[in-house]
């Protein structure tokens, strides 16, 4: 077997049971997502909120995915500022 991208060496390592593994980052325009749900937030952990995190949000009128819900969780900046919106 010729491994020609990452894909190809994860299918090799953990064979056909591995499901799509994205090769490319998500691209998200943060200007489509509204009506956004935040779950974990504990005031005792003001400012930080580390546990705070965005359970669902629509993209452009659409319930976002799981792997955008990673990627949008991943960006603390956006994450912080949705869970102080969400404080107000």
Same mark, same amino acid.
Do not use: W
């Given at each position: 077997? !010729?491994?020609?991208?990452?894909?190809?060496?994860? #299918? #090799?390592?953990?064979? +056909?049971?591995?499901?799509?593994?994205?090769? *490319?980052?998500? #691209?998200?325009?943060? #200007?489509?997502?509204?009506? $956004? +749900? @935040?779950?974990?937030?504990?005031? !005792?952990?003001?400012?930080?909120?580390?546990?705070?995190? @965005?359970?669902?949000?629509?993209?452009?009128?659409?319930?976002?995915?799981? +792997?955008?819900?990673? *990627?949008?969780? *991943?960006?603390?900046?956006? %994450?912080? *500022?949705? $869970?102080?919106?969400?404080? %107000?």
């Amino acid at each position: 077997m !010729k491994i020609n991208n990452f894909n190809d060496i994860m #299918k #090799k390592c953990f064979g +056909e049971r591995l499901i799509n593994v994205p090769s *490319e980052p998500i #691209k998200i325009d943060y #200007k489509k997502i509204d009506n $956004i +749900e @935040i779950d974990g937030i504990d005031t !005792k952990d003001y400012p930080d909120f580390c546990d705070a995190f @965005i359970v669902s949000a629509d993209y452009d009128g659409v319930p976002m995915t799981d +792997e955008q819900l990673d *990627e949008i969780n *991943e960006d603390g900046d956006f %994450q912080h *500022e949705c $869970i102080m919106n969400d404080l %107000q």
